[in-house]
């Protein structure tokens, strides 16, 4: 599985939503699913997935889907 | 996830004050609050989210003890739960309080805000819908819930109706009673031992009970104790500085009805005698002993309801629910 599909799969897990609405727009507070508490959910299994650390202030960037995925496209691969 | 939020007392008195300041809450109470040293505690006060060298965020604490006959535990309530712009700062509250759960163990929330009731649940180890419920004795046509509703909708068209007594002035207690201004010396042996059964319930000392609503400088407040050393009894009683609505607490041990039932009396001839429109308790669903005396002496529910919620970092903790709930919980006693 691609980086990129891992994400979608993640991102749709926490939210608990359907991969098919996974798309580069999908942004924070834009569904009632990504929420404060599910963000921050997101970046604790995005932490996990990509064996990284993510403090607050990177927290409150990765409020879309394109911006968590340029983060994960960042990080070393594992 | 590393976050870098800071324990209050980590932080600059003047950067917690101008934070709380924005959310609207007045410097008297806010150095009340937070910087009273008549506030004796051993416990953090709550955790910020320090950003650019200024509090962005806090989730509030009021260390407080609960106590069983299973034991006592350390705890604290939860208060001011404020993110500074949040809607460009996801998931600090969160953050927030993910970080007071896992520091301080075990928090409980009584009652709380829309983000309270959006987040705190999924938080929670236990929640208790409807856990608290509160009930009115209108003593005054300003006391009944349908004529504030109508006075609100045409101010002064009512003129002084709000004053027309609704009820004789009350007998005395058949116990000996005792009035004094302010939280009196004897209400610290009826926290002692007032009664702590099965269920876990708040304990306070007489010092927590002068701050919260002697010390805070909104409130005037007196004590109502049953003077028999066999059966304490005592109530609290207080307002917004020369307001027309009083609240109450009150403690007692269980084979103590009657005193109960006499201080609740007391209070209520007292606040009528000085013009009291009403007087409201709060009390626990399950707290057959406080609804009981308070159903007795006339008070009725009103439309308060709130829910109780536990968040421990042992999501197995054996404290599933409190009890003996009442206005001096949580920072209840000044909001009005």
Known sequence: MSTDDRIVTLIAAT?????????????????AEWDSLNHVNLMVALEKALQTEIDEERMIQLTSVRAIRDFAAEQPRS | MRASIQPVSAVPANLLFEHLRQYGLPAEIINWK????????SGERGWVWLKEDKVKGLIGLLPFTLASTAGRAACAWTCDWFVADAARNPGIGALLLKEAIEQEGLLVTLGGNEATARMVPRMAAHAVDAAAVGLTLPLRLGGLQAYRALAAR??????SLSKMPLRPRGGRPNVGVRTEAGIAPPLAEVLESATRGAAWSPVYDFDYVRWQLERCPVLESFTVYVDDRSAPAAAVVWRPKRGAHWRMAFWAIDTGAEHCGAVIDEAVNRVYALGAESLSALAGRGDTVSLGCLRAAGFRENALSLPLYV??????????RVSGLGYADSDLGYRF
């Open chain 2, 311 to 320: 968040l421990a970092r042992d999501r197995n903790t054996p404290i599933e």
């Open chain 2, 154 to 159: 045409a101010p002064g068209a009512f003129g």
């Open chain 1, 15 to 31: 939210l608990g939503i359907p991969a098919e609405r996974v798309t580069d727009d999908l942004a924070f507070s834009e569904t």
């Open chain 2, 34 to 41: 937070y910087f009273d040293p008549g506030f004796r505690h």
